[in-house]
């Protein structure tokens, strides 16, 4: 690993570097647990009397709800059933709109497969799967729209009278951008697919409900506590004080666990409600690949034009996502890939168009990278055809026309400050020119070729997205002389725990190990927004910095105040406690100075900062079964600073995998709406066998306003590796298939087979 | 709650066996807990892994191995003999799932699944195997390209178990071929594989045996392809000729791993690829 430190480390106020624990691979503090399987997820948590709960689901895409009946030959009086007449709130979860009903309600239309219609719960797993066997749905079917194209001539409809969940128009430039293209030397226009993809955390969605006294406890694997207590207060009619949500242990989330969870959440608390006892309600895998959120299926047509000698004068892009059946996050993700659409380019003249339309397939949600894996598989497809026209090299075509500090983006944003696009760009540059691709044997049954790809990704929320959500953290001293971190940032496995810890031991110049970050619980923490958009260090991370040092301040001003000005701050901090009890800070996020955004024009600042990153891929392609084998992955990202090279290293290398995956692998297969690929046995994703070797360089630009100059770096690697691993493909088989082969996610074998035919 | 027995030795497994011919017999239960998500519990089960009788590899006459039903994966690629004599058994069973399924699969279970893409079966018919079956009435041998009867059906009766395989010695400079096109590089089920055998005599091809798995709904030996070899010299002429006849004779589907066009055109690729290698 290459690790190029451009940040000064933070002094302490006790002038000790050394005790800075900010820079250091310190070891996961929630690791140990997970190694020896003490740590608790929520299906190893049992309470008094707890019954397990199953959802009833749609068999059709699209119908109208008639009926359902409880079948003879089953004893009913040992279950309980609720349906949507048995709930107390409103029916709906809630997240931008109402429009998704928690349980369809007789009468009502379905609108995809596997969505929940009734629920069931039974003291153990076997009846309450009994009693589902024994629950019939009447149900008029009626006819269904499956892609988002389809959806737009809205002969069935969906949502509303067009089936448009939302549209956007960035524009950049004065005039027709046709005439603008018209006026290039060179117009590459192309259209791009790109398919839904199932995160697969390792453990299944599940929830456990309690009510004690018109109080409703929910714990449970999640993202987000903050947004489950909203949609529970809607559904159950109650107000926050009654509703605690507690995250357990968490096993991978991946925007999987951003929206669903509230559905599960409800579910499990109606049916609690109802029983009168705990109900758990886990999820198994094939319901939850089946039932739950997947990235959006996109179609982008892009068209750039550009001079003789490579300068991009004119881009225009039309985006098309599928957001399913209901609009949960989908009109913030296709802000995202519009956001992202036009790349890390210098243009005068841009236009960008998105919409997103409903289908009858359940609806698709947060992913790592929200949005800007499918723009940015669009506009690298573009500069890789770009610079092999020009016969340019690829990283010539993007030094001439990267974003560069003080330039200006698509929607007019000035840069200012943390552009690491040349740093990334010029690492990969450096390692592709110290590896050459081995030569081809005409007589071999196998070809090599390299891609490269080169993106950014915004960090934190969108616009004035962080000024609205005002995330506050706490850093309190606890009666027992320790330091607590709370915020509602959960640790999903990215290791948010740990890098609080290094930030709250540094700023208050302690050990790390007298800092405890506990799991959030909305009744013990502070709401510091959700756990998604890469804000969490960057944005969440600031404020715990800050609430640290206001309390070291604190205590080093009652130590001087008490004559123990001398003494070390930990020792300070014991006494302290003793006297004063528990003190704490909470402190609340102010976004930097000068972030201006238009929501109406989609101009100004899109994000406060942003990550950059390049990729270059190398693979070999088997010309007998068109299997492609990654050798190597070379991988650039600008984090401003890794608070944990380590656990960076780690969030990188995952995200690139993950990448790699959906260029290669990973598909989800519909029939008729009804994923038909539900098992880790055949929806494909990669296995460490299937993983390259890769060079990681951690790049650090700091940022002004991030933590010791941290921003995100959750989900940039999720971005680019995908479209380097497809040039890559079709560089190794230049003269043997054709180039629009790989205009379409997955590269699988079969498609590369198609791609070879249809050039011979 | 299903029955679940555990016989302690060979003629107590048969004497279970007939008595309840209705009960799964299990040799490594790999593929039985996973179909038994929807198929539900069995009545009951014979349990055979482990036992001794079951468990041993075994020299035959003549270099041949007899290979317990109930030998793993993991047994049999640390056995040597089999790394020399039968690289393509070996290299079969390398492949198969991860270590996790290669240390409590076993030949036997893989043969009585009888999948369509079960990856050790190609490797044995291509060997030209004989499988060993016994009853409280006695042993059976049977060729295992006539004990494969149709999709997942195989020559076995209902008070019958699977014991052993018998890999004959091969042709003194047969040359042995694996190839297994799978979804991932582990755990993964196979879109395709081939397992070959053939060997030259005078520089015509004197005896071959090309064995598919995928392609149809059981195992299957490729006789029209191998008919247009035998005694052809290995080229481009031959392995065209090859492959048009193979296209007669294989009936790959499309389901949600692959397609047929893909099935179809890899398994010519190979054939092509591995008479070319001869």
Redesign the interface.
């Given at each position: 690993m290459v690790h190029s430190s451009k940040s000064g480390e933070e002094v302490t106020a006790k002038g000790s570097v050394s005790q800075s624990s900010v820079g250091k691979g310190l070891p996961r503090v929630d690791g140990d647990a997970k190694v020896r399987g003490t740590a608790r997820y929520v299906d190893d948590l049992k309470l008094p009397n707890m019954h397990h709960g199953m959802t009833k689901r749609s068999a059709v895409p699209h119908g109208i709800l008639k009926g359902i009946h409880k079948r003879d030959g089953f004893d009913w009086s040992q279950v309980v059933v609720v349906t949507a007449e048995d709930i107390p709130g409103r029916n709906t979860i809630v997240l931008i709109e109402e429009d998704q009903p928690a349980l369809v309600a007789i009468g009502a239309p379905i609108r995809h497969h596997d969505e929940a219609v009734a629920l069931v719960a039974a003291p153990s797993r076997e009846l309450a799967h009994e009693a589902l066997t024994h629950l019939e749905l009447e149900v008029e079917e009626m006819p269904a729209v499956f892609t988002c194209e389809d959806a737009l001539e809205a002969k069935v409809k969906v949502y509303g009278d067009d089936n448009i969940l939302k549209t956007y128009l960035i524009e950049k430039g004065e005039g027709d951008i046709d005439a603008k293209l018209a006026a290039c030397d060179h117009v590459i226009e192309g259209l791009y697919r790109t398919q839904a993809q199932e995160q697969m955390y390792i453990e299944p969605q599940g929830m456990i409900a309690s009510w004690d006294e018109g109080r409703c406890h929910i714990v449970g694997s999640m993202q987000c506590p903050f947004y489950i207590q909203k949609a529970m207060c809607t559904l159950l009619g109650l107000d926050a004080e009654h509703l605690v949500v507690e995250q357990a242990v968490t096993g991978g989330g991946f925007g999987g666990k951003e929206e669903y969870p509230s559905m599960i959440a409800g579910h499990a608390a109606l049916l609690a409600r109802e029983a009168g006892v705990p109900v758990k309600l886990i999820y198994e895998r094939d319901e939850d690949i089946a039932a739950t959120t997947k990235r959006h299926p996109s179609v982008v047509r892009h068209r750039m034009g550009f001079d003789a000698d490579g300068t991009i004068r004119a881009i225009d892009v039309d985006v098309l996502f599928d957001g399913g059946a209901y609009q949960t996050l989908t009109q913030v993700v296709l802000s995202r890939g519009v956001l992202h659409a036009a790349g890390p380019y210098k243009c005068e003249n841009t236009r960008v168009r998105g919409r997103a339309a409903a289908t009858n397939t359940p609806p698709h949600g947060a992913f790592r990278g929200f949005g800007a894996p499918q723009t940015t598989f669009a506009y690298e497809r573009q500069t890789q055809k770009a610079a092999k026209l020009l016969g340019m090299s690829p990283f010539a075509f993007r030094e001439l026309n990267m974003l560069r500090d003080g330039d200006s983006t698509a929607t007019s944003q000035i840069l200012e400050g943390s552009v690491g696009s040349e740093a990334v760009l010029s690492a990969v540059k450096e390692v592709a020119e110290a590896y050459a691709l081995p030569a081809d044997d005409e007589n071999s049954s196998v070809r090599h070729g390299r891609g490269i790809s080169f993106y950014f990704h915004g960090a934190g929320f969108t616009g004035s997205g962080e000024a609205r959500l005002a995330g506050r953290a706490t850093v309190a001293l606890a009666v027992d002389g320790h330091f607590e971190v709370r915020s509602s940032s959960t640790d999903i496995g990215q290791g948010v725990q740990t890098m609080f810890t290094q930030i709250a031991a540094t700023a208050l110049g302690v050990e790390p190990d007298v800092v405890r970050v506990p799991s959030p619980a909305t009744d013990r923490v502070p709401d510091s927004g959700p756990t998604v958009a890469s804000r969490t260090c960057m944005v969440v991370g600031r404020v715990v910095n800050q609430a640290s040092t206001a309390l070291r301040e604190r205590i080093e001003a009652w130590a001087r105040e008490n004559g123990f000005g001398d003494m070390p701050l930990r020792q300070a901090a014991t006494a302290m406690a003793k006297v004063e009890g528990e003190i704490a800070e909470t402190v609340q996020y102010a976004p930097p100075a000068g972030i201006v955004w238009d929501d109406e024009m989609y101009t100004g600042s899109a994000y406060p900062c942003y990550g950059w990153a390049a990729c270059m891929v190398d693979v070999k392609v088997d010309l007998d079964t068109y299997e492609v084998t990654i050798d190597r992955c070379v991988h650039a990202v600008d984090v401003g600073k890794a608070i944990n090279p380590v656990v960076v290293k780690g969030q990188i290398e995952g995200g690139t995998l993950q990448s790699l995956g959906w260029a290669l692998w990973e598909d989800v297969i519909y029939h008729d709406g009804k994923v038909a690929n539900d098992r880790m046995t055949n929806c494909i994703v990669p296995t460490f066998s299937d993983a390259p070797e890769m060079h990681t360089i951690i790049v650090e630009e700091p940022f002004a306003s991030g933590p010791y100059g941290a921003k995100g770096v959750g989900e940039i690697p999720m971005d680019g590796p995908c479209v380097a691993a497809v040039g890559a493909v079709e560089d190794a088989l230049s003269s043997l298939a054709r180039s629009e082969g790989f205009d379409v996610l997955p590269v699988s074998p079969e498609a590369i087979q198609r791609a070879m035919r249809l050039e011979s | 709650m299903s029955e679940f027995i555990s016989p302690r030795n060979l003629a107590s497994s048969l004497e279970a066996r007939a008595k309840h011919p209705e009960y799964v017999p299990i040799a490594g239960g790999t593929d039985h807990m996973?179909a038994s998500k929807d198929r539900g519990a069995p009545a009951g089960m014979i349990n055979l892994f482990g036992l001794s009788e079951l468990s041993e590899v075994s020299e035959l006459e003549g270099g041949g191995l007899r290979i317990g039903a109930c030998v793993t994966y993991a047994r049999v690629l640390d056995d040597e003999r089999v790394a020399s004599r039968f690289p393509v058994l070996s290299s079969a069973c390398r492949e198969v799932g991860?270590s996790q399924i290669q240390a409590r699969g076993t030949l036997g279970g893989n043969i009585a699944t009888s999948s369509p893409v079960g990856d050790s079966l190609p490797a044995l018919l291509a060997l030209g195997a004989t499988i060993c079956v016994a009853s409280v009435d006695g042993e059976r041998r049977i060729p295992y390209e006539e004990f494969l009867l149709g999709y997942r059906k195989v020559d076995l009766a209902g008070n019958e178990l699977i014991v052993a395989i018998e890999v004959p010695v091969q042709h003194k400079g047969a040359v042995q071929t694996w190839?297994k096109?799978g979804?991932?590089?582990?755990?993964?089920?196979s879109?395709l594989t081939m397992a070959a055998v053939a060997h030259l005599d005078d520089g015509k091809i004197a005896g071959i045996r090309i064995a598919l798995g995928a392609v149809a709904d059981r195992t299957v030996r490729a006789k029209a392809a191998e008919a247009a070899l035998l005694g052809q010299s290995p080229n481009d002429e031959s392995a065209t000729r090859a492959i048009k006849a193979l296209a007669g004779e294989i009936v790959p589907i499309d389901d949600?791993?692959?397609?047929a066009?893909?099935r179809l055109?890899?398994a010519q690729?190979?054939v092509r690829?591995f008479v070319l290698s001869l």
């Open positions: - | 996973v991860a190839r096109v979804t991932r590089r582990a755990q993964s089920i879109k949600v791993r692959s397609n066009d893909y055109g890899v690729n190979l690829r």
